[in-house]
């Protein structure tokens, strides 16, 4: 489902309050463009690059405690809250972009749990499990507790429990409670 | 919610199928050891360590055409289907995540949309709002549609049309149709 490329005024004002050299240095207003419609605002998949599938399939199994729903020797898809984890070996998605080489990344995936107690209990299988330990779980200044780890490839992952966010039983997270 | 940690039959069995030398290097069942519940087979947040925020936020409104829920100058939550997306300030998330500097990262995030015209639409749109075209769309051997660009700090994006996944009205992917 795309939805259909028509602006509301909110959307024009929300565009007006964008600032900065790089808004300004691109003066054209894309959305303003009606050729081409809005994409469904959600993710469908995550794919992580990954040295050796069997190696991170047995650590997202064990460590978080998960199955795929579909392997083969060079990939494996994990059925989520709404979406798609995928482990692919990393030469094939570096060809499937075409973008040979590994460039920087700066991101974190993250897992909402339900309690402090539980945070302190994901990271420590998760670490049993082969992951490296990035932060041991604390309190940030904004609540809750959250720690970080990496997997096996370095991929980073927040365990964190945020009683401001929402998480239905069917993994589902939410803005606000 | 988080799944109590028993484990059923089936999963046994998938454990003995994990080979290789990592397996073999580590051979402790983790999941064997009842000290650790299962974590909800879900993510939660993709947080994206952005070198500026308001940049990358017209970006995403621009090129997806996506509105964020909650902004700050150094962060911003989109709501999308079943988790969040995070833009945060790059030296914020590198210290949040107590890693300092850019590790290498190899990953993709895909958006799944409803047909082939649709993936080329949808990337045409974002290089117009400041993508870098990877790979031009074309059909891949196991079937659909789908390029690739990179959003203004170099994440790979892939724009699909894949029609042997179900996406429904929410936009939660489902494997298989």
Chains 1, 2 share one sequence.
Do not use: C
């Amino acid at each position: 489902m795309v939805v259909v490329g028509i602006m509301s005024p909110d959307d024009d004002a929300a565009l007006l309050t964008v600032r900065g050299a790089a808004a300004k240095a691109r003066p054209e207003r894309i959305s303003g463009d009606r050729r081409w419609p809005d994409m469904q605002q959600q993710i469908s998949v995550i794919t992580l690059g990954v040295a050796d599938v069997a190696r991170s399939k047995a650590f997202y199994r064990e460590g978080f405690g998960w199955e795929p729903v579909f392997e083969q020797d060079d990939v494996a898809f994990f059925q989520m809250s709404g979406l798609m984890l995928g482990l692919w070996e990393k030469a094939q998605l570096e060809s499937d972009m075409q973008r040979p080489g590994v460039p920087p990344g700066s991101f974190a995936l993250a897992s909402n749990v339900e309690s402090a107690e539980a945070v302190d209990a994901g990271i420590e299988r998760l670490v049993a499990a082969g992951a490296t330990l990035l932060r041991p779980a604390d309190a940030p200044p904004h609540g809750g507790y959250r720690g970080y780890i990496a997997d096996p490839d370095g991929n980073a992952w927040e365990i964190a429990w945020n009683p401001a966010w929402t998480v239905d039983n069917e993994g589902h997270v939410t803005f606000g409670v």
